[in-house]
């Protein structure tokens, strides 16, 4: 076994012992041979980006550890290498890195951004906080480019972050209650005299019904409904962001939409005594109006 092979071995069993308190069992040559391929096999996908061998196998497991798999083939075979090679190198402030990122990613996260801002304003600043949060991160807790496992694709992940810093942008601009955003974004048609008279004779008891079932859902419901409806936030961005499926996402809002158009129908009927029908009718138009802004946040495909 050649010197530097067995350094690399030494510093992965030292890790391990460090993260699972014990060593793996495999014998010293076998590991010192997985390890070597798989550094080998991270540089072969970024060969302008060097990293020194002993950094890597430390980060590496790191993740080996948080993979929970039973051998250290199995656990190698789980991640991929290339991914984590580069956030390494970028979370070390490696400039051939970060260069590398900025040529092979930056263009996705922007897209992804402006999946969730249409208006492309926050674009450029949502870029900025994205990177300090990425490579440099807080004191406490470091860049953030840390937490990727490994165990999915770095594009996605970091899409999944950009979308979220998107989302975010967007909410701290905003100043008015979610309520009141959901009432303006109602544009009353001129033939549809019962949703007129009640914003105009009613609109604080509509206002108090929304903001009361609103209060009602969970912070993730509210969530959701903000970033669909308000943010402008697409079915893919939002499956991406709680890495679920498109329709996983489109169920839910279909079920927020209906709780809480069920807890305004009722809070409606109690306060304004309205039948049943009158408050029907008006919440049918008060939701294909919704949808109507909303596709006019998606404007022309």
Known sequence: MTAPACRLTEVFLQQQA????AARGEEHDALSGLLERAVASARAAWPEIDVPAEAFVRWLSERIAAANV?????ALGTLRLGDLYLACACARGDRAALAAFERSYVPDLIAAIQHVDRSGSHADDVLQ???QKLFVGEPSTGPKIREYGGR???RRWLRAVAVRGGIDALRAAREIPVEDEL??????????????HLKRTSLAELKLALRD????LSARERTLLQQYYLDGAHLEALAALYRVTPSAVSRSLAK???????????????RLRLSGREVDNILVLVQSQLELSRSMLDGPS
């Not at 460090?18 to 308190?21: A, I, K």
């Not at 039973?70 to 199995?74: F, I, V």
């Not at 009432?183 to 949703?195: G, K, M, S, T």
């Not at 079932?213 to 009602?216: F, R």
């Open 152 to 154: 999915g694709e770095l």
């Open 183 to 196: 009432l303006d974004a109602i544009e009353v048609p001129a033939d549809h005299p019962e949703l007129l």
């Open 129 to 131: 906080v994205l990177r």
């Open 18 to 21: 460090r993260e699972q308190g």
């Open 256 to 270: 927020t939409r209906a709780t809480l158009m069920g807890r305004v129908r009722n809070a409606l009927m109690a």
């Open 70 to 74: 039973e051998t250290l083939e199995r």
């Open 213 to 216: 079932a609103l209060g009602a």
